[in-house]
């Protein structure tokens, strides 16, 4: 039987929140094997002078352990 294994993640980028949400994975594809699913718990901002200057995807990932 599969053991799975989530953990949480913070993705930022100065362009979009989808750009973070894609970066935090890409990221975490270099060292995580197996990642079977991506949920996306909430979406913040950092704010400056009134304008959004950077993007954040608060994520969870789950992964399938090796054995």
Same mark, same amino acid.
């Given at each position: 039987?599969?053991?799975?294994?989530?953990?949480?993640?913070?993705?930022?980028?100065?362009?979009? !929140?989808?750009?973070? %949400?894609?970066?935090?994975? @890409? &990221? @975490?594809?270099? +060292?995580?094997?197996?990642? +079977?699913?991506? &949920?996306?718990?909430? !979406? +913040? %901002?950092?704010?400056? @002078?009134?304008?959004?200057?950077?993007?954040? @995807?608060?994520?969870?990932?789950?992964?399938?352990? &090796?054995?």
């Amino acid at each position: 039987m599969p053991v799975i294994k989530s953990i949480d993640l913070v993705g930022v980028s100065e362009d979009s !929140w989808e750009d973070a %949400a894609r970066q935090a994975l @890409a &990221e @975490a594809a270099k +060292t995580i094997r197996n990642i +079977t699913e991506m &949920e996306v718990l909430h !979406w +913040t %901002a950092v704010i400056d @002078a009134g304008r959004i200057k950077e993007y954040h @995807a608060h994520m969870r990932l789950n992964f399938r352990l &090796e054995r």
